[in-house]
């Protein structure tokens, strides 16, 4: 369901109704010490939202241990943002946000961070029945005009690249996907048999499932954990149920994305915004409260994980779920 950004601005256009609901979503009637979880709560008067665990002696807010913490930004601003990039299907850059808020660039660009990290979802279930796994690469058209220093690496119109695909210095992401399910993703040094294997144990189940690819060499070494069929790309592009359209489909999102709304993006955060475009792949048909949703896992989330070097997708996850 699309998010009505009117609606938002309407009904939370003050601090204090943002505060309220913040605080009926992370607790509901019964305030917890994000420390201890006890319910041993004394509110302070003289600082409205803010709280004293009787039990661990520490004091807290709605937004200790959130993205939201040590934030100066107001939160109708926070939540106008949310419903912005919601929205934008394709992203929506730090620029178009500083524009529509009249916030100033740094602010918008490390809100947009942080609300990405409020993507971040964790799956109780893995994949099953129709799975596809594919790769893909990264990088911007060759420009001869400029050269790069040898350890510069991002993703946009101004790198170097003289090859497409494989065997390219572009970055290598792979990608998992159930068909009418979710999608992962996994920034990779090298597409070796053991890393796209591991990554396929760790997102999806064997049993009643059938795994597509396409005649990658590496993925051979998944026919001893999976039913496994192969498209030859070089024959035709799909054959009944055997193809890879779907996770291409998600890829070309992806690159959309990125050409049209970011322009580029570095080597460094391309994981958090793989994680905003899972987020948006796996939301497509949810008949729910997007919002409201996104604004419950958020609040699950610490602001500093938008600052940490994560190297792939499942670092961030890992780092996120503490796992």
């Known amino acids: 369901m699309a998010t009505n950004i009117l609606k938002i601005t309407k009904e939370y256009d003050t601090q204090a109704k943002c505060l309220l609901y913040l605080k ?8 917890k010490c994000p420390n201890c979880e006890r319910d041993k709560i004394r509110e302070i008067k003289s600082q409205p939202y803010q709280y004293f665990c009787k039990s661990c002696k520490m004091q807290f807010s709605v937004f200790t241990g959130t993205i939201f913490e040590g934030t100066r930004l107001p939160l109708p601003k926070w939540f106008a ?38 993507m971040l979802m964790e799956h109780s279930s893995k994949l099953v029945g129709i799975i596809e796994m594919d790769e893909s690469y990264f990088g911007g058209k060759a420009r001869k005009h400029r050269k790069i220093a040898d350890n510069e690496q991002s993703i946009g ?14 970055i290598s992401v792979a990608g998992v996907v159930q068909r009418k399910g979710n999608v992962h993703t996994q920034v990779m040094e090298k597409l070796t048999k053991r890393n796209l294997l591991a990554m396929l144990k760790h997102y999806a189940s064997s049993d009643n499932s059938i795994l597509v690819t396409d005649g990658f060499k590496s993925y051979k070494a998944m026919d001893d954990y999976i039913d496994h069929l192969v498209i030859n790309h070089s024959k035709s592009m799909s054959k009944g149920i055997t193809h890879v359209n779907t ?54 989330h610490e602001k500093d994980l938008a600052y940490l070097k994560a190297k792939s997708t499942e670092q961030v996850k890992k780092i996120a779920y503490g796992k």
């Open 24 to 31: 009926s979503l992370r607790w509901g009637k019964t305030v």
């Open 81 to 118: 943002t949310i419903g912005l990039m919601l929205n934008a299907k394709s992203g929506m850059a730090a620029k178009e946000v500083e524009r529509n808020l009249g916030v100033s660039y740094k602010t918008a660009y490390y809100t947009c961070m942080r609300v990405r990290i409020g």
């Open 157 to 170: 119109a101004d790198e170097i690249s003289l090859k497409r695909g494989r065997g390219t210095n572009k």
């Open 247 to 300: 996770i291409e489909g998600f890829w070309g999102a992806v690159k959309n994305g990125i050409k049209g709304s970011y322009r580029a993006i570095s080597k460094k955060y391309l994981p958090f915004y793989l994680v905003e475009f899972e987020w948006k792949y796996d939301h497509k048909t949810y008949k729910g409260n997007e919002f409201e949703k996104l604004l419950k896992n958020a609040l699950q």
